[in-house]
Nanobody, 122 residues
Framework: QVQLVESGGGLVQAGGSLRLSCAASGRTDRRYAMAWFRQAPGKEREFVAAITWSGGSTNYADSVKGRFTISRDNAQNTAYLQMNSLKPEDTAVYYC???????????????WGQGTQVTVSS
């Protein structure tokens, strides 16, 4: 089993930045692709960004391209989401996920964190 714990969420002014962290732990092999999803009130969960184990391939939702950057440090068992130029529409609960295959679909991720709230004020 793999446990994922997000941190770094909070309240930020529009145009500001936040860096989310996802710390992984457990006894199993952690050679997983990792991803970030988000869910705003009244909306479906949506894909944000994903990265392969090696970091050699990444994928971003169109809504965050050029503003968000996903990265990982396998030595620290941690994935990151650097969020710049934040907009009020970025307000959501952000979830970290891990799976065997990089994907934009949530069904292919086997492990999920508890979520961290990001609120962007206008």
């Amino acid at each position: 089993q793999v446990q994922l714990v997000e941190s770094g969420g909070g309240l930020v002014q529009a145009g500001g930045s936040l860096r989310l962290s996802c710390a992984a732990s457990g006894r199993t092999d952690r050679r997983y692709a990792m991803a970030w999803f988000r869910q705003a009130p009244g909306k479906e969960r949506e894909f944000v960004a994903a990265i392969t184990w090696s970091g050699g391939s990444t994928n971003y939702a169109d809504s965050v391209k050029g503003r968000f950057t996903i990265s990982r440090d396998n030595a620290q068992n941690t994935a990151y989401l650097q969020m710049n130029s934040l907009k009020p529409e970025d307000t959501a609960v952000y979830y970290c996920a891990a799976g065997t295959t990089i994907s934009r679909g949530s069904a292919l991720y086997n492990y999920w964190g508890q979520g961290t709230q990001v609120t962007v004020s206008s």
